[in-house]
Nanobody, 117 residues
C-alpha cells in the first residue's frame, strides 16, 4: 500500500500564496506521475497540475502561470506552490500518485484551501 499525506492548506486572502506538500510512504515502490486535483461541493474532481517522474509538467489553464508543481523523488514528496490566489481557487485539494507497474492510482485524504476576497 501507498499512503499520501497532504499538508500546507489553510485560509489566505486573495492575492496571497500557499504551498501544499504531499508526502508518500509505504511499500517499496516507484511512483510515475504525481498530480494535484481539486474539488468543490457538488462538482467533479478536476486536474490542477501533474508532473512525471522525469519532471515534465502539465497545468490546467486556470492555474497556468500562477501555480508551480514540483517533486523531490528522493523524498517521495510532491509540492504545489500557489501564487496570486483567487477566491475561485477555493477547494479541497487532493494529491494523486500513479504507479505504472501496478496500474493503480493512490489518493490522499484531501486538504482544504480557502481564499477570501
Amino acid at each position: 500500500q501507498v499512503q499520501l499525506v497532504e499538508s500546507g492548506g489553510g485560509l489566505v486572502q486573495a492575492g496571497g500564496s500557499l504551498r501544499l506538500s504531499c508526502a508518500a510512504s509505504g511499500d517499496n515502490f516507484s511512483i510515475n506521475t504525481m498530480s494535484w486535483y481539486r474539488q468543490t461541493p457538488g462538482k467533479q474532481r478536476d486536474l490542477v497540475a501533474q508532473i512525471t517522474s522525469g519532471g515534465s509538467t502539465n497545468y490546467a489553464d486556470s492555474v497556468r502561470g500562477r501555480f508551480t508543481i514540483s517533486r523531490d523523488n528522493a523524498k517521495n514528496t510532491l509540492y504545489l506552490q500557489m501564487n496570486s490566489l483567487k477566491p475561485e481557487d477555493t477547494a479541497v485539494y487532493y494529491c494523486n500518485a500513479f504507479i505504472l507497474v501496478r496500474l493503480r492510482n493512490y489518493w490522499g485524504q484531501g486538504i482544504q484551501v480557502t481564499v477570501s476576497s
